[in-house]
């Protein structure tokens, strides 16, 4: 019998060894999320913020670039009027050398190329840029508490075309205008219809860059906001992580003491006395009064044999005759001695 206790108390001991040791092994898992918590939270905060700087910048710079383009347009457009005005005055003097030369000199002719030329790189160099700026616009969309406007898909698909457009017709311009020079009077009416659809493509490319110069400012304080928020984000997510894992340590530091105090309580246990030198409870039961002290004695009263004082001696003297001359004690007859 004492063997199996003493096996179901080493049983015993061994888990609440395991369970304290789980316990531990959580206190320290919980310290090291307490300082990782604080520690990574830092840097993911400062990371963030300096990548929200890099984005705020990008869309300024971008929203510059998109002016510069806006800027190339307007030389273009006022370039392309002015050809427009100087057709519709040919128109009436077509045959007049000098007007031409005049309204229309080859200066003119290799501005609006070069413009078109200058117009067209610009364009191709920033519809990267512009496209990575419109993704960001999306990641930025995509972060909870931030809504913003959605953009047209297609924004910068009009505006790579307009601008190809407006180059092929600035060609079909120039060769217009030599053939006119030649001496192709049809030709004036066909250059101010290029003139024309080559306005309607920069008012294309226009709206297009408008909505895209929006869409960037939409980016860059959309940008700023989330950086002002990111440090107060990640210092309440640190502070909840804090409490919650100063509450598994203070669970498993009372689980500890727990398991300490049963420990403790086996160790007690071992110091009691084996169970075989108990007695057995039938033996309790069959002699109860074994068990209970024995009560002393009950005092007899003896009679008082004492005689009363004389008064004198006298007295003492006259009683022992009277004492003396008592009769025997009446003697048992013979059936009665018989029967007993």
Known sequence: ??????????????????????????????????????????????????????????????SAVVGQVDQGMAKLEETTTTIRSATDQLSQNINDKGLILTLLPEEREQELVAQANELKATVDTVLDALAAGLELYRTIDSLPFVSLPKPEEDSLARLETAIADIQSMVGQVTQGIQDFRDGVSQEIGRVATLLDEINGRLNTAQESLARMDSILLALQ?????????????????????????????????????????????????????????????????????????????????????????????????????????????????????GGS
């Open 221 to 337: 304080d959309a940008a700023a906001r989330v950086r002002e928020a990111v440090p107060l984000v990640f210092t309440l997510v640190s502070i909840f992580a804090t409490l919650f894992l100063g509450w598994v340590i203070y669970t498993q530091v009372e689980v500890i003491r727990d398991y300490v105090r049963r420990w403790k309580s086996l160790g007690a246990w071992a110091g009691a006395p084996p169970v075989e030198s108990l007695p057995a409870p039938g033996a309790l039961a069959a002699a109860p009064a074994a068990a209970a002290p024995a009560a002393p004695p009950a005092e007899v009263e003896k009679p008082d044999t004492t005689l009363p004082a004389a008064e004198s001696a006298e007295e003492v003297t006259d009683e022992l005759p009277a004492l003396q001359s008592d009769p025997e004690p009446p003697q048992p007859e013979a059936g009665e001695q």
């Open 1 to 62: 019998m004492s063997a199996e206790s003493g096996s179901g108390h080493t049983g015993r001991k061994i888990w609440y060894g395991a369970a304290i040791a789980i316990c531990g092994l959580f206190i320290l898992l919980s310290v090291v999320g307490v300082v990782g918590t604080w520690v990574v939270g830092g840097s993911l905060s400062t990371a963030i913020t300096q990548m929200l700087v890099s984005v705020e910048n990008t869309a300024g710079s971008l």
